[in-house]
């Protein structure tokens, strides 16, 4: 039963922005599964070492450039993708970038760079991959949001956008492409630590702050987010679609204390 529920055996899962990160993460988990991998990046060189290590799990994996800010780079990815494997059968949509500043320090280029990148480039990922996926009546789209996919963060104005444009997104494709057999939806990681987060996690202040308010109490690693990926790509999700699933540890319950600390030695 847990075999048919989660085994992508046979299957192909197209993951963007592997080069490092929660990208790599997914495609271990999904190649884990049973799934061959394609795997993107601008540089084809700094895929090289996640390749050979998928490679040892004696699963196909397939370098290809992809820049998600050039609509030509992303209509000759998809094709080449589809012409190396014929069918691809899942797609995890998850290149993206953030600058980090207060929303009075934003420029025109910061807004422009991360717009393009994490919600224009996931709609045209998204079209093209779905374009192929349509003749074949099968498809799992999965988009990578956030938790400012839902919440409002000071100095995360245009990355909060595009994410919670994102969510918005998956309910709009799930609503057009149910018909054709894809599924599509939202996978939302609170804060984990990659090179996208280092600059906070090198800040052990921060640290403190952000795992008093994480309900479970610490912060996420990065296999938290191998069965939520699994799940949203496999059959066991088959009736689930344009929704937003947020594994975070609990962050987006809103969890500031709605009581004063009790005075130190009383027990709460
Ligand atoms: N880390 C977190 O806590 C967290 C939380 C929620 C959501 N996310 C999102 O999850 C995704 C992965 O995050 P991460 O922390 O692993 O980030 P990361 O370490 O900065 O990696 C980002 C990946 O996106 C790719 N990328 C960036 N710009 C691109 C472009 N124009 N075209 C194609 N690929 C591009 C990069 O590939 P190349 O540079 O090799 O091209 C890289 O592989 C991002 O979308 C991020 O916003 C992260």
């Known amino acids: ?19 490092r990160g929660l990208g790599q993460h997914f495609g271990r988990a999904l190649a884990k599964s049973g799934a061959d991998l394609i795997l993107t990046s601008r540089k084809l060189a700094d895929l090289a070492p996640f390749v050979a290590e998928i490679e040892t799990l004696g699963r196909r994996c397939l370098p290809l450039e992809l820049d998600v800010r050039d609509q030509a780079s992303i209509e000759a990815m998809a094709a ?21 500043k207060p929303a009075l320090d934003v420029t025109w ?25 349509v003749p074949h009546h099968y498809g799992r789209i999965i988009n990578i949001g956030s938790v400012t996919s839902v919440f409002g963060y000071a100095s995360l104005a245009p990355y909060g956008a595009s994410r919670g444009g994102v969510r918005q997104l998956t309910m709009s494709l799930a609503d057009d492409w149910g018909k054709h057999g894809i599924t599509v939806n939202c996978l ?3 804060w984990f630590r990659t090179e996208q987060n280092k600059v906070l996690y090198d800040n052990k202040e921060w640290v403190e702050y952000l795992v008093d308010r994480i309900p479970v109490k610490r912060p996420g690693q990065a296999h938290d987010l191998d069965g939520a990926v699994v799940f949203l790509a496999s059959e066991s999700s ?5 929704q937003t699933l947020l594994v975070d540890g609990g962050i987006s319950t809103g969890s ?13």
């Open 1 to 19: 039963m847990t075999n048919e529920l989660f085994d992508l055996t046979g299957q192909t899962a197209l993951v963007t922005g592997a080069s």
């Open 80 to 100: 080449a993708a589809e012409a190396a494997v014929g069918q691809i059968h899942i797609l995890v949509n998850n290149a993206g970038c953030n600058v980090r």
């Open 109 to 133: 280029d910061d807004w422009n760079l991360i717009l393009d990148t994490n919600l224009r480039g996931t709609f045209f990922v998204a079209q093209q991959i779905a374009r192929r996926m």
């Open 238 to 242: 088959r009736y689930i679609t344009g």
């Open 256 to 268: 500031t204390r709605a009581t004063v600390p009790p005075p130190s030695g009383v027990k709460a």
């Open 188 to 190: 939302a990681p609170g």
